[in-house]
């Protein structure tokens, strides 16, 4: 079952040295036309937010991790030397 996509277009007007910008990037990355970039660029940069977003929500997780596993530390060091020098 195929999807319909009804194709909204959209045009819109860019700075000269935008629109140089994507005349460059289309022939860097052989893309067919102008709307490819865009939507190539598109793409990048969500993924890109998501990788970013991805990184934040470890990075985050790590610390909570890293707060409790140092506060465990701190409890287990006061016992470690209990009941070593009866042997």
Same mark, same amino acid.
């Given at each position: 079952c195929m999807k319909n996509h009804a194709s909204a277009k959209s045009s819109f007007t860019l700075a000269p040295a935008e629109h140089a910008q994507v005349k460059r990037l289309r022939r860097l990355l052989? +893309?067919?036309s102008n709307a490819e970039v865009i939507r190539r660029s598109l793409?990048? !940069? %969500? %993924? =890109? !937010? =998501?990788r970013e977003q991805l990184r934040r929500q470890f990075?985050? +997780?790590a610390a909570r991790v890293r707060s409790?596993? !140092?506060e465990e530390l701190r409890e287990l060091d006061g016992v470690v030397g209990d009941g070593l020098?009866? +042997?």
């Open positions: 052989k +893309a067919r793409k990048m !940069l %969500e %993924e =890109s !937010l =998501s990075h985050e +997780a409790s596993t !140092l020098d009866d +042997a």
